[in-house]
């Protein structure tokens, strides 16, 4: 996940920073058990009450959280349950008090040559970061995008039970995909990628 920062060097030059947040998609699950608990615990209710079934395992796991495929009890529809992995927001702080340190160390560097303060950048890549933990803000992310995409029949947003979400859990619409990364499955599904 991109996202940029515009600094001004004292020449007024303007460089436009990238930096790519390379958080996993492929690492180990946490345990199960730590998952239901805290799924349960922020439903504030059993999952047999809400779910009428859920993958015994997780579908996808990432450096932040995992994500569980069940059907919601009163619908009938399929979700997906994400759940931040437990003590996550520690590390996090903690890597970003590196990178802030670093970054002082670069600063003069970073100016100099890239018109840029590498503190000001590192301070917003951390708060973007520390956005993605709360798990009620990405559901409110996700209904504005699926307000602002609404007329566009290319692009399809997940629903949000937002009765269902919580700071460590969302509930959203399940949609069958192909990983981005899987390029032979794209093109294998009839999408041009080159358009």
Not at 22 to 40: H, R
Not at 77 to 87: I, L, S, T
């Given at each position: 996940?991109p996202?940029?920062?515009?600094?001004?060097?004292?020449?007024?030059?303007?460089?436009?920073?990238?930096?790519?947040?390379?958080?996993?998609?492929d690492?180990?699950?946490?345990?199960?058990?730590?998952?239901?608990?805290?799924?349960?615990?922020?439903?504030?209710?059993?999952?047999?009450?809400?779910f009428?079934?859920?993958?015994?395992?997780?579908?996808?796991?990432?450096?932040?959280?995992?994500?569980?495929?069940a059907?919601?009890?009163?619908?009938?529809?399929?979700?997906?349950?994400?759940?931040?992995?437990?003590?996550?927001?520690?590390?996090?702080?903690?890597?970003?008090?590196?990178?802030?340190?670093?970054?002082?160390?670069?600063?003069?560097?970073?100016?100099?040559?890239?018109?840029?303060?590498?503190?000001?950048?590192?301070?917003?890549?951390?708060?973007?970061?520390?956005?993605?933990?709360?798990?009620?803000?990405?559901?409110?992310?996700?209904?504005?995008?699926?307000?602002?995409?609404?007329?566009?029949?290319?692009?399809?947003?997940p629903?949000?039970?937002?009765?269902?979400?919580?700071?460590?859990?969302?509930?959203?619409?399940?949609i069958?995909?192909?990983?981005?990364t899987?390029?032979?499955?794209?093109?294998?599904?009839?999408?041009?990628?080159?358009?």
């Amino acid at each position: 996940m991109p996202f940029a920062a515009d600094c001004s060097s004292t020449n007024s030059v303007t460089c436009r920073v990238c930096i790519w947040l390379c958080l996993q998609d492929d690492v180990p699950p946490f345990p199960d058990e730590q998952a239901f608990a805290i799924i349960q615990e922020q439903l504030g209710r059993p999952l047999e009450a809400v779910f009428s079934s859920i993958s015994e395992q997780p579908v996808a796991a990432a450096s932040l959280g995992q994500v569980y495929k069940a059907v919601l009890r009163d619908t009938g529809e399929e979700v997906a349950v994400k759940v931040q992995r437990p003590g996550i927001e520690p590390l996090i702080l903690r890597d970003l008090y590196v990178f802030r340190a670093l970054g002082s160390l670069f600063n003069a560097f970073s100016q100099q040559r890239l018109g840029c303060n590498a503190e000001l950048v590192v301070d917003e890549f951390g708060q973007k970061l520390l956005e993605e933990l709360d798990y009620m803000q990405e559901a409110r992310n996700i209904e504005e995008f699926g307000r602002n995409f609404a007329s566009d029949p290319t692009v399809k947003i997940p629903w949000v039970r937002r009765d269902l979400c919580g700071s460590k859990v969302v509930v959203m619409e399940w949609i069958e995909g192909i990983r981005c990364t899987d390029i032979a499955g794209i093109r294998s599904s009839g999408i041009d990628v080159d358009e």
